[in-house]
């Protein structure tokens, strides 16, 4: 008769959990984009949290076709700017870079993440269009200095992929784009499902029970409650990664699939509430706000992507009917 037991508690989904390098969090996967060229991606930073009036598009919802209350998450998005382009060629040990060219002008912040001279050499336009890559990547950079919400200069640098059409076409799409400012409108539009990847809020050091959710031992223990009974077998003589131990927690890059993009807009007089965004004040530019959750604390970068997972049924177009704007203070 076999031996009855519970299962193992907590996700080993995530290994290792260690922080993050950085907090600009870099996607190592796209999805395969179709008809014409387009950007894959964009990126803004997350205000706060409000909650809004919505029609239920979802036909196999029971409030289907009536108001319902959803939360949702604002995260302000002014304009990228695109800088450079970079033509990869895929080998056998993957993807390696073939060229990449820079604008001439840029905006004088750049230099508080990026080395590069004070004056660029003009890029060899048609020098780039000879060459035959496998895929193409634009280089832009983010604009927090132009946001009242998010105290710093120093932009955030970063690569978009460029899908859908012929590699040709994505290339002169990509020049057609170099030097000039790209919008959110010009990534995806309202009722679209967009993949959100961020750096978690971080909570430390913390131990077995708070990281894992285990069960305390029993008040019999001799010594502690919130230890484990066990650090694993004696052969293999190491502890392995399965055991749950005390270490960092959170801070780390999580990806959330098919959200959706409820609304887009450059009015903030819509969304604004009184008093401002806790920790954040009042946005000042177009913003976004997408349905439900996201990782990451107020003022982090917040990344999107094309969704590579299908959904599971076609994204529903919820019609907005009222945005709460009363105080976030708790007043």
């Known amino acids: 008769m076999g031996k009855t037991s519970k299962p193992r508690r907590g996700s080993l989904a995530y290994n290792p959990r260690k922080r993050a390098k950085r907090e600009t969090p870099i ?128 932009p955030e640098v970063m690569e978009i992929r460029v899908g859908g059409g012929s590699v040709v076409k994505r290339r002169d799409y990509a020049l057609s784009l170099l030097g000039k400012e790209i919008n959110f409108n010009d990534f995806q539009a309202e009722g679209a499902m967009v993949d959100v990847i961020a750096i978690t809020k971080g909570k430390g050091f913390q131990g077995r029970v708070k990281r894992f959710g285990l069960k305390l031992l029993t008040h019999k223990n001799s010594k502690h409650r919130r230890m484990i009974g066990t650090q694993g077998p004696w052969h293999p003589s190491w502890i392995m990664p399965q055991i749950p131990n005390s270490g960092q927690m959170g801070y780390q890059k999580r990806t959330e699939y098919n959200k959706q993009v409820l609304k ?34 107020t003022k982090r970068l917040i990344r999107f992507r094309d969704p590579v997972r299908k959904p599971s049924k076609d994204s529903n177009i919820h019609e907005v009917t009222y945005v709460s704007t009363s105080s976030k203070q708790g007043r």
């Open 264 to 297: 887009i807009s450059k009015d903030p007089a819509e969304i604004n509430p009184k008093g401002g965004f806790v920790n954040y004040g009042q946005v000042k530019g177009s913003y976004v706000l997408i349905h439900g959750s996201i990782p990451g604390v």
């Open 27 to 154: 996607l190592k996967h796209w999805p395969e984009g179709d008809g014409e060229p387009k950007l894959q991606g964009f990126a803004g930073y997350k205000a706060g949290m409000t909650h809004l009036f919505v029609i239920d598009g979802s036909a196999f919802s029971t409030t289907s076709g009536q108001e319902i209350v959803v939360p949702a998450t604002v995260v302000e998005v002014p304009p990228l700017k695109v800088v450079g382009i970079r033509l990869y060629s895929e080998g056998p040990y993957g993807l390696t870079v073939l060229k990449e060219i820079w604008t001439e002008k840029y905006d004088k912040e750049l230099h508080r993440r990026v080395t590069l001279p004070e004056k660029m050499e003009k890029p060899d336009i048609k020098a780039f269009k000879t060459l035959d890559p496998d895929e193409v990547r634009v280089i832009v950079h983010t604009q927090p200095y132009t946001m009242s919400g998010v105290p710093k200069k120093s």
